[in-house]
């Protein structure tokens, strides 16, 4: 008898794990996929998606389970899985996390929103839709948010066994860092059973979720001699909000001493200035504020900032949009925007 | 991995373990149960975890493999090979242009005779770089004399480097083996694999090296090792290579035979799927066969005879055995993840149709399609389509487009690039504030720079939008030094963090114009800009009113790769910069060891254990080194002290346009892998100069001068307090190590000191 619940044509029972890097979701993957194969004797395979992505760019892990006799030969990424987690709510903004989900799938989201507000930003039609606060739990474990997901993942496949993936982290930790042990497992724990589930019903003649594989924008007659790229500068274009976990720097401009501290230390070219009178009627520069567009929240700026004009601030929803200056670039007319 | 037929006992097979690993920690595995003497290596994408896994086990006392991090892949390559003629066990691994940068020394190693296992994770070869999987950088071996072995899964990787060495060995063959295996598809996708438990059942599969060979260092029989020859002489030597690679392959066979009685694993020189009965098939190298077979059940089902063929072995060419199992297929798409440009065909597309040539009662129909480049996947509907292609020539009888690519498309006019930003140039970057004059009195330039506010009017060199990690360190040392230079500037990246991050296609980050070119090689081809571009302006073809400053910008390790290129350039003193972004390791590729990594720092091949305290020897001077070729201007820099830095660059500028080569290197922050805070950077650059560790300096017209003196300041702090801002370095500062602190301190202490003389003695 298979322990699997549900198969595809080839037999598999395939999830994938959406996330940005650092939030440690490939260690996540490597770990569930041990456990079905290592633990439970399932055959199975795991890998993740590959590039030149750094910290804060978004990532998937995949992982295929099959009963031992079964043979894995496929390589490719799984386009419609039966789970899907997703490890950092903001990424719906940048990548079509649900692509491919099953009809009566299971999407796991990071997030402190409601089913309806998630369901809404996913554009999730039917299927189950299970909320976890892992950052919130992380937070106040002092941990890791692939622990409380894990806990969470490991709620929705059933036919894991919690008690080893508990034994699994006792034993990561016990040896070097043992005030770690407590913490995590109960990080895992939360994660487990703070999860909530509501399920939208699928009508029923519901497919699953069209996918779509993304297609490159140019093509051979396209696509200029030797790759070389004519529109410099058109990184303007992308949106690097999603690489924020959670915080971002606040500015107040009646602090402001415009010394450009800020601006000497910023990795990502975020602060706007103005020129403008100063008191005595001289020409000077002045910031305007922060182009969050491309602010990844590294926080480098309120250290630097002699003043306290730039301070701490867990993201709301909604802030960035509302206090974001925007860059005023030298666009050409007509170019697109 | 071909299932074993009923007949072979398995009786004899020794215990083995399943684990659930990828190709490239199957390959360390193996490296460390045979127990090489050594392996000398340089990290590139996808194959460097193979050496992480090896220091990594190195570190727990697992193997006893001398590991020797070379300075670039040629370096690699003349290790192994140096290695190799003492009749030492050596093994290696690399990707794509690494083995094309070694490729001079793969016909030594051969021609010389010497053994020596190399693992080829393969990946496509640059032009556009590109770090994902295809074969481009294979096909390049084919002429190199070298046995070259394919697996298709980490339990193929693992079974053929424990075959391959006893194949390298033979007496029979005495030939270099490359085990290649797919980039990331098999590098880095987990499977279950079995392997023995005991290393010495894997030894004494390998047996005893064979004795009697030519040996380096055999005192009693010394030897002369690479004579030179005329063709009289060296048609004889090619003649005995050619015999030999022929022979390795019955040599293979015997070994492969032996292996699955001692594994119950079998590879034959071809993996046949369902080939006995197939009127269509398709011929497909590593990964990718396997993706299809699933495929090929399914047509069956629908009653089409389907098969798969896949070498295991593809140097010597299985042509014998490819001619008997295509005896009665129809049709046959050979599958190529790479080209031989313009031979109407890919290299095996070519070998197979030769084999059959031989054959006069063969009509099989080959069909031949490149597919895949850098990684692009492989999905089972794209083995559907080559059967039907094969299927359709089938039924003609012909094939109506033999050769092709598949998988490239057309793309849509109306979503070409379209220019974004105004063109941003001189009249951009002339800002008017930055003053630089000479000093007859003093022989040196002055320069006057305004407060930071005021400079925020000079837009930046680089546009926002760029894909580096939160808190990274490159572009704020980056614009603060292009806040010095006025003007227009051409600038080339070497391969590294700050390039990757801006260039990502179709999107780029540069305002201005860029060249990238590998990280061995940035100084010689600016250097080759700068001259061409000084000589059409003289001729009048070049019509500019102010020259460009061009700037060559490295990090993430370049400065050891490239450190020949760069001695050669600054030697002819092209006026030029070089700019280094020193992060300390090999941060691009996941933080190698770099040899400006400092004493004991933890990186992913200098792992910290009892034994192993992380790097073994002290950070490169890089800037000392510079200094010595006698270029006009060197200097160090970084973000926590801009004005000093600006003020420099405006220097490098004048020097640069006016005497030649300045160096300039910028210590920079890599938060992910130094695991510091990404807030931090700033504090950190602060106390690794406030420490003396980095000290700010210029080296004008051969006169040292310390621009920032912490002790003068009275601000010197221990280094440990730089230190201990960094996960890299923490075990530096426990009890158990402070031997090794105090050894770092004395040489931070000692190269300051130097730094000072010199600061007090112009002459020097």
Same mark, same amino acid.
């Given at each position: ?237 992308? %949106?690097?909000? @999603?690489?924020?976990?959670? =915080? #971002? ?6 602090? !402001?001493?415009? +010394?450009?501290? *800020? ?14 009178? %100063?008191?005595? @009627?001289?020409?000077?520069? =002045? #910031? ?6 491309? !602010?990844?929240? +590294?926080?480098? *700026? ?36 | ?764």
């Amino acid at each position: 008898m298979s322990i699997l619940p549900k198969k595809n044509q080839l037999g598999f029972y395939e999830i994938r794990l959406e996330s940005i890097g650092g939030l440690g979701a490939n260690l996540a993957g490597k770990m569930l996929a041990e456990a079905g194969v290592l633990g439970l004797g399932l055959n199975g395979s795991n890998f993740s998606s590959y590039g030149s992505e750094k910290k804060g760019s978004p990532v998937k892990s995949f992982i295929r389970f099959c009963d031992p006799e079964v043979e894995i030969r496929d390589h490719s990424p799984i386009e419609q899985p039966h789970v899907i987690g997703v490890f950092h709510e903001a990424l719906y903004k940048m990548v079509d996390v649900v692509s491919g989900l099953d009809s009566d799938g299971v999407v796991l989201v990071n997030s402190t929103r409601s089913f309806d507000d998630v369901k809404h930003d996913l554009q999730l039609e039917y299927g189950t839709l299970a909320i976890v606060d892992a950052l919130g739990i992380a937070n106040e474990e002092r941990t890791k948010v692939n622990t409380a997901m894990l806990g969470a993942l490991y709620r929705i496949l059933d036919f894991l066994d919690p008690d080893a993936m508990r034994e699994v982290i006792r034993k990561t930790f016990e040896k070097k860092y043992p005030h770690l042990v407590e913490p995590n497992i109960r990080t895992f724990d939360r994660g487990y059973y703070e999860v909530e589930f509501k399920t939208f019903d699928a009508p029923t003649d519901a497919k699953a979720r069209e996918f779509t594989r993304p297609q490159p924008r140019l093509g051979y007659n396209t696509q200029e001699l030797g790759g070389v790229i004519s529109a410099q500068a058109n990184s303007i274009q992308k %949106d690097l909000s @999603g690489s924020r976990i959670g =915080f #971002l720097p606040a500015f107040n401009q009646e602090k !402001c001493i415009n +010394c450009a501290q *800020c601006d000497t230390v910023c990795p990502d070219l975020c602060f706007v200035w103005e020129e403008g009178e %100063d008191k005595r @009627g001289r020409k000077q520069m =002045f #910031l305007q504020g922060i182009d969050y567009q491309y !602010c990844k929240g +590294c926080l480098k *700026c309120v250290d630097a900032c002699p003043v306290a004009a730039l301070t701490d601030m867990t993201e709301e929803l909604g802030y960035a949009d509302e206090n974001q200056v925007k860059h005023n670039f030298p666009l050409v007319t007509g170019g697109v925007r | 991995m071909a299932t074993l037929e009923e007949n072979v006992t398995t009786q004899l097979s020794k215990e083995q373990v399943t684990t659930f690993e990828s190709g490239n920690e199957m390959a360390a595995y193996a490296a460390a149960q045979i127990n090489y003497h050594l392996m000398g290596y340089f990290p590139i994408t996808p194959s460097t975890e193979v050496a992480q896994f090896l220091d990594m086990m190195k570190s727990k006392g697992q193997h006893d493999i001398e590991l020797v991090a070379a300075d670039g892949e040629h370096g690699s390559a003349g290790i192994c090979f140096g290695a190799a003629t003492t009749g030492a066990r050596v093994f290696n691994a690399t990707s794509a242009n690494g083995f094309l940068y070694m490729i001079e020394q793969l016909p030594v190693q051969s021609g010389l005779r010497f053994p020596m296992v190399m693992n080829l994770v393969t990946r496509a070869v640059s032009g556009p770089l590109d770090i994902r999987g295809d074969h481009s950088d294979l096909y390049y071996g084919l002429n190199t004399g070298w046995v070259i072995l394919t697996a298709r899964t980490p339990q193929a990787v693992y079974d053929m480097n424990i075959m391959a060495l006893r194949l390298s060995e033979h007496e029979d063959v005495r030939l270099p083996v490359v085990v290649a295996y797919d980039g990331f598809f098999t590098s880095h996708q987990k499977r279950r694999v079995d392997y023995f438990k005991d290393r010495e059942d894997v030894q004494s599969f390998v047996g005893e090296a064979p004795s009697g060979f030519a040996s380096s260092i055999d005192k009693d029989n010394p030897k002369t090792i690479g004579a030179h020859m005329n063709g009289d002489d060296l048609i004889n030597n090619n003649y005995q290579q050619s015999e030999a690679l022929y022979k390795a392959y019955d040599v293979y066979k015997e070994i492969a035979k032996d292996f699955a009685t001692f594994s119950g694993r079998s590879y034959g020189t071809l993996d046949l799927y369902k080939m006995e009965d197939a009127d269509v098939a398709l011929f497909l190298l590593n990964s990718a066969a396997e993706s299809a077979k699933d495929v090929v059940d399914r047509l069956r089902e629908r009653g089409i005879k389907a098969g798969i063929i896949s070498p295991n072995i593809i140097r010597p060419f299985p042509a014998e055995d490819i001619r008997q199992a295509l005896k009665n297929v129809k049709a046959l798409l050979v599958g190529e993840r790479a080209d031989s440009y313009g031979a109407h065909g890919a290299n095996l597309a070519h070998e197979v149709k030769s084999a059959l040539q031989e054959d006069k009662e063969n009509d099989t129909i080959v069909l031949n399609r490149v597919f895949g480049m850098g990684g692009k996947d492989f999905y089972a509907d794209d083995a559907e389509q080559f059967f039907n292609m094969a299927l359709d020539a089938m039924e003609k009888g012909y094939a109506e487009t033999p050769f092709d690519y598949y998988g490239h498309t057309p793309g849509e006019p109306e979503k070409a690039l379209e220019p974004v930003i105004e063109p941003q140039n001189r009249e951009t970057y002339n800002s008017g504030l930055i003053k630089v004059s000479e000093n007859e009195e003093t022989g040196k330039l002055d320069v006057r720079v305004p407060p930071l506010r005021k400079l925020t009017t000079k837009p930046k060199r680089f546009a926002p939008g760029h894909g580096a990690c939160p808190g990274c360190g490159i572009f704020p040392g980056l614009e603060l030094f292009f806040k010095g230079i006025e003007g227009d500037a051409v600038i080339l990246f070497q391969t590294g963090c700050a390039y990757v991050v801006t260039s990502a296609f179709p999107y780029s980050s540069h305002k201005q114009n860029m060249i990238h070119n590998l990280f061995q090689n940035g100084p010689a081809t600016l250097s080759g800009a700068v001259e061409a571009f000084f000589e059409m302006k003289d001729r009048g073809e070049v019509d500019i009113d102010d020259d460009f400053t061009f700037v060559m910008i490295t990090g993430d390790g370049g400065m050891d790769i490239g450190m020949g290129s760069a001695i050669g350039t600054a030697l002819r003193n092209h006026k030029m910069i070089i700019l280094e972004y020193d992060n300390e390791g090999y941060m691009n590729t996941g933080s190698q060891m770099s040899y400006s990594t400092p004493l004991g720092h933890m990186t992913s091949t200098t792992n910290v254990s009892e034994e192993r305290p992380g790097k073994p020897f002290h950070h490169k001077d890089t800037a000392q080194i510079m200094a010595s070729t006698n270029i006009p201007y060197v200097f160090t820099g970084t973000e926590a002290y801009p004005q000093d830095l600006i003020k420099k660059a405006a220097k490098a500028q004048w020097y640069a346009q006016n005497e030649g080569l300045v160096y300039g290197k910028l210590l920079i922050t890599c938060p992910l892998n130094w695991k510091s805070n990404d807030r931090d950077g700033e504090n950190i650059m602060k106390a690794a100069v406030e420490s003396c560790f980095f000290p700010l300096y210029e080296v004008e017209r051969g006169e040292t001068a310390i621009t920032y003196d912490p002790e003068a300041k009275n601000k010197r702090i221990e280094l440990s307090e730089w230190l201990q801002y960094m996960g890299k370095t923490k075990h530096l500062l426990k009890e158990s190590n402070a031997d090794l602190l105090q050894e770092f301190a004395d040489e931070v202490e000692s190269r300051w000191k130097t730094l000072k003389v010199k600061h007090e003695t112009p002459l020097i």
